[in-house]
C-alpha cells in the first residue's frame, strides 16, 4: 500500500478537532448552512418528488431521514435523495474549478450518523473537516478535469471520507473505502451544458456512493490499495499524468485547503457570479436598465465559455439554461435589476422579454484571460445613446479573495427560507442557525436530521 494513501487515511482517522483551527471550523459551518438553506428550498424543483417516489417504492430499512419530508430510508437511499434536494437549485458551496462538496459531504454523513446509531456534535464536525480537507485535495484543474464534472470526481472523497470517520472505520478499511469510491468516480459537464438534471442526480449519486463505500468496507469488502498512486489509479486516470501526489498530502492537517471554497451571491453557475455582478453593479453606478440595452458583449476565459458561453435556448429544464448561461444572466440582471432565486422559475426564466434580451448579448472565448483567474469577466455594454460602458472583474463575489460576509450569509439562508415552498420550523424560528453555529457543541448530530424536516 502506497504511503500518500496510508497519510489520507490517517488524517481521517486521527484528526481531533481541538487541532482544527477555528476559521477552518468556520468554513465548514457556512458550507452546512448554505447546504441547509439550498436544500429546504429546494423541495420542490424539477425531479425532487419522483426521485423520492422512486425510492420509497424500493424501500429498505427506515435507517436515515429524507430532508424536509422526514420519511426514512436505507442510510445510502437517504444520502441519495438529500444529495440531490441540497444541489437542485445550485447555490450550495462549490470549489473553483467546478466541484460542490457540501451538497454530498454533509448528506452522506448525517445518514451515516443516523445508520450507526448517532455521534456528538464534535465528531460530526471534525468527520466533516475530515472529509472536506481530503475532498479539497483531490481538486483538479480545468485541464485534467476536461469535461469531467469535478463533483462527481473529486466530491466522493470528501463524503466518503467524512462517512467512514462517523462509522469508525480504522485506516485500513478507510484505505478500502476510498479505493472503492474512486472505482465510483464519474460524470460529465455535459450534464451542465445541456441543462440536464442530471446535475444534481450526480450530486445524489456521489452522495450514495459514499455511505455505500463505507458500509461496504465496514464489512470487509477491499478497493484498490493503490487508489491513488498506483499505475492504473486517480493521478494516472484523472490526473492525466500531470498531478503531483506528493502535494496532495503534503502539509495535511497543518495547511488547510478548504478555505478555497467558494460561495455563490446569486443563484447559478459559479463562472457567472463575476458577470452578474458586474451587469448589476454597471445597472446601478450607471443607472442603466434593460430599456437602455442595444447589445452587449461578454469575455471569458475558454474554461468558462465552453460551460456557459453558448447561446441561450429553453430546454426541458429552463432553470438549469438560466444558471448556465452567462447571457441569460446578464440579460436577467439588467432586466430584473437583482439576480434572486425566484427569477429562475420557469415562467421568468422563459419571460419573452429576458430571453430576447439574452439574444442580443454575445459571448466570447478568449484565452488570453486564464491568466487572470477562473472567474475572470469582462463586459462591454452599448446603448441606445451611443456610449459604451466597460467594467472587468477578475474575482467574482464569494470566491478566496472576495469573501461574502456572515451577513451575506445570512442573507442567503434567509432568501433560501422565503422560496421555500414547504416551512421547516426549526429553521424558521432560528433552532437550525442555532445548531450549526454549534455543531461541535450538539449532543447528538442527528437532532439536525430532526431540524431539517417540515411541520
Known amino acids: 500500500m502506497a504511503q500518500t494513501e496510508q497519510s489520507l487515511a490517517a488524517f481521517i482517522t486521527g484528526?481531533?478537532?481541538?487541532?482544527?483551527?477555528?476559521?477552518?471550523?468556520?468554513?465548514?459551518?457556512?458550507?452546512?448552512?448554505?447546504?441547509?438553506?439550498?436544500?429546504?428550498?429546494?423541495?420542490?424543483?424539477?425531479?425532487?418528488?419522483?426521485?423520492?417516489?422512486?425510492?420509497?417504492?424500493?424501500?429498505?430499512?427506515?435507517?436515515?431521514?429524507?430532508?424536509?419530508?422526514?420519511?426514512?430510508?436505507?442510510?445510502?437511499?437517504?444520502?441519495?435523495?438529500?444529495?440531490?434536494?441540497?444541489?437542485?437549485?445550485?447555490?450550495?458551496?462549490?470549489?473553483?474549478?467546478?466541484?460542490?462538496?457540501?451538497?454530498?459531504?454533509?448528506?452522506?454523513?448525517?445518514?451515516?450518523?443516523?445508520?450507526?446509531?448517532?455521534?456528538?456534535?464534535?465528531?460530526?464536525?471534525?468527520?466533516?473537516?475530515?472529509?472536506?480537507?481530503?475532498?479539497?485535495?483531490?481538486?483538479?484543474?480545468?485541464?485534467?478535469?476536461?469535461?469531467?464534472?469535478?463533483?462527481?470526481?473529486?466530491?466522493?472523497?470528501?463524503?466518503?471520507?467524512?462517512?467512514?470517520?462517523?462509522?469508525?472505520?480504522?485506516?485500513?478499511?478507510?484505505?478500502?473505502?476510498?479505493?472503492?469510491?474512486?472505482?465510483?468516480?464519474?460524470?460529465?459537464?455535459?450534464?451542465?451544458?445541456?441543462?440536464?438534471?442530471?446535475?444534481?442526480?450526480?450530486?445524489?449519486?456521489?452522495?450514495?456512493?459514499?455511505?455505500?463505500?463505507?458500509?461496504?468496507?465496514?464489512?470487509?469488502?477491499?478497493?484498490?490499495?493503490?487508489?491513488?498512486?498506483?499505475?492504473?489509479?486517480?493521478?494516472?486516470?484523472?490526473?492525466?499524468?500531470?498531478?503531483?501526489?506528493?502535494?496532495?498530502?503534503?502539509?495535511?492537517?497543518?495547511?488547510?485547503?478548504?478555505?478555497?471554497?467558494?460561495?455563490?451571491?446569486?443563484?447559478?453557475?459559479?463562472v457567472t457570479q463575476g458577470v452578474t455582478e458586474l451587469a448589476l453593479t454597471l445597472a446601478q453606478d450607471v443607472g442603466l436598465t434593460a430599456a437602455d440595452v442595444l447589445h452587449a458583449e461578454v469575455r471569458l476565459p475558454p474554461y468558462a465559455h465552453r460551460l456557459v458561453g453558448h447561446a441561450f435556448q429553453i430546454g426541458a429544464n429552463p432553470r438549469v439554461d438560466a444558471q448556465f448561461s452567462a447571457a441569460w444572466c446578464v440579460a436577467n440582471a439588467f432586466m430584473r435589476q437583482s439576480s434572486l432565486l425566484q427569477h429562475f422559475t420557469p415562467t421568468q426564466v422563459c419571460d419573452a422579454a429576458v430571453c430576447e434580451l439574452a439574444s442580443r448579448i454575445r459571448v466570447v472565448a478568449d484565452p488570453a484571460m486564464d491568466a487572470r483567474g477562473h472567474t475572470a469577466v469582462d463586459l462591454a455594454v452599448s446603448t441606445l445613446d451611443g456610449q459604451t460602458h466597460r467594467r472587468q472583474l477578475d474575482i467574482a463575489p464569494g470566491f478566496p479573495g472576495a469573501a461574502l460576509t456572515d451577513a451575506q450569509h445570512l442573507t442567503r439562508f434567509h432568501d433560501c427560507l422565503a422560496y421555500a415552498p414547504l416551512s421547516v420550523p426549526a429553521a424558521s424560528n432560528g433552532q437550525l442557525i442555532a445548531a450549526l453555529n454549534a455543531i461541535d457543541q450538539l449532543p447528538d448530530a442527528r437532532l439536525l436530521a430532526q431540524y431539517l424536516v417540515a411541520g
Request: glycine letters at 14%; a negative charge.
Open 15 to 270: 484528526l481531533q478537532l481541538a487541532d482544527v483551527p477555528p476559521e477552518a471550523q468556520r468554513v465548514v459551518r457556512q458550507v452546512v448552512l448554505a447546504v441547509c438553506g439550498t436544500g429546504i428550498a429546494g423541495a420542490q424543483e424539477d425531479g425532487i418528488e419522483a426521485l423520492r417516489g422512486l425510492l420509497l417504492q424500493a424501500g429498505g430499512a427506515p435507517q436515515a431521514t429524507l430532508f424536509v419530508y422526514g420519511d426514512k430510508l436505507p442510510a445510502a437511499a437517504a444520502a441519495q435523495f438529500n444529495g440531490t434536494l441540497c444541489r437542485a437549485l445550485d447555490i450550495c458551496d462549490a470549489m473553483a474549478p467546478g466541484p460542490h462538496f457540501g451538497a454530498a459531504l454533509f448528506p452522506a454523513a448525517l445518514a451515516a450518523a443516523e445508520l450507526t446509531g448517532g455521534c456528538t456534535g464534535s465528531e460530526f464536525m471534525t468527520a466533516l473537516v475530515a472529509g472536506l480537507e481530503v475532498g479539497s485535495r483531490f481538486n483538479l484543474t480545468e485541464a485534467q478535469y476536461d469535461g469531467f464534472d469535478p463533483t462527481g470526481i473529486a466530491a466522493i472523497f470528501a463524503a466518503t471520507g467524512a462517512a467512514a470517520r462517523i462509522l469508525k472505520l480504522d485506516a485500513e478499511q478507510t484505505v478500502n473505502a476510498l479505493g472503492l469510491a474512486f472505482s465510483r468516480c464519474g460524470g460529465s459537464f455535459q450534464n451542465n451544458v445541456d441543462g440536464s438534471l442530471g446535475v444534481r442526480v450526480v450530486q445524489g449519486w456521489v452522495a450514495q456512493a459514499s455511505v455505500h463505500c463505507a458500509q461496504l468496507a465496514q464489512i470487509g469488502i477491499t478497493g484498490p490499495a493503490n487508489f491513488l498512486t498506483g499505475h492504473y489509479g486517480f493521478a494516472h486516470l484523472y490526473g492525466r499524468g500531470t498531478l503531483d501526489t506528493g502535494n496532495l498530502v503534503a502539509g495535511l492537517g497543518e495547511e488547510w485547503r478548504l478555505h478555497r471554497v467558494i460561495f455563490k451571491k446569486y443563484p447559478s453557475c459559479g
